[in-house]
């Protein structure tokens, strides 16, 4: 069974930073692609970014591309988010999510997911 938890989230100042952790249960955390996406309160749920398998090629949403940076440890079975230069807008639940398919496929939608973590910027 697949678990995601995600911690780090929080209340920031605008241009601040956070750094968000998801901890995977289950031995194939090292041969899935992985992402994180976030749901503002009232919009749809968006990416924000995603990592392959390997943590070898990396995949940002326009908005947070030069400010976050996602990452793995497939040792530690752990995906991470730093969120530096925080927007008002970034404001949401940031939410961490495994693919089935080891390379990031923006066509699908990842079946496993966490339960999300709050942040909010204030400006």
């Known amino acids: 069974q697949v678990q995601l938890v995600e911690s780090g989230g929080g209340l920031v100042q605008a241009g601040g930073s956070l750094r968000l952790s998801c901890a995977a249960s289950?031995?194939?955390?090292?041969?899935?692609?992985m992402g994180w996406f976030r749901q503002a309160p009232g919009k749809e749920r968006e990416f924000v970014s995603a990592i392959n398998y390997s943590g070898g090629s990396t995949y940002y949403a326009d908005s947070v591309k030069g400010r976050f940076t996602i990452s793995r440890d497939n040792a530690k079975r752990t995906l991470y988010l730093q969120m530096n230069s925080l927007k008002p807008d970034d404001t949401a639940v940031y939410f961490c999510?495994?693919?089935?398919?080891?390379?990031?496929?923006?066509?699908?939608?990842?079946?496993?997911w966490g339960q999300g973590t709050q942040v909010t910027v204030s400006s």
């Open positions: 999510a495994r693919f089935e398919t080891a390379y990031y496929d923006n066509s699908l939608m990842p079946p496993y």
């Open positions: 289950g031995r194939t955390f090292g041969s899935s692609a």
